[in-house]
């Protein structure tokens, strides 16, 4: 990704229509200096990868997930039914990103805030079948 561009792009009205879809022009590397940036980013990232460095200082992110996986009844490994109850243990539920049988490719903190979502869900109908 390259950071503080000198390229600049428009942004401009597509038609007379004040609500309509504004035609954008990013204008991405139109600069000298941007590619140049950006190609020698390319390099270094390149001689990084090639000397083995990343496999000797990576390290975990700290989103740890995907410890109680969530399945059905037929998922030996699941840990969690389908409304977040924890298998043979009565009245408890895990509503937070470990019960993704895998983790997502972007940042956990939309899907966690789904589970929540979910969760109370679960919990009103529940507690409306039992009360």
Not at 19 to 27: E, L, R, V
Not at 91 to 110: C, E, F, T, Y
Request: charged share 25%.
């Amino acid at each position: 990704m390259l950071c503080g561009t000198q390229s600049r792009g428009s942004i401009r009205l597509n038609a007379s229509d004040p609500h309509g879809n504004p035609k954008i022009d990013h204008n991405y590397l139109a600069n000298e200096l941007d590619v140049a940036v950006l190609a020698e980013g390319c390099r270094y990232v390149n001689e990084i990868v090639t000397e083995g460095i990343c496999k000797a200082t990576s390290r975990t992110c700290y989103h740890p997930a995907s410890t109680c996986k969530m399945g059905p009844d037929e998922d030996e490994e699941a840990v969690v039914d389908p409304r977040l109850r924890v298998r043979g243990v009565k009245s408890l539920r895990v509503a937070d990103i470990s019960i993704m049988p895998k983790l997502n490719n972007g940042h956990p903190q939309a899907p966690a805030y789904m589970i929540g979502e979910k969760a109370a869900q679960l919990i009103l109908e529940d507690n409306r079948i039992i009360g």
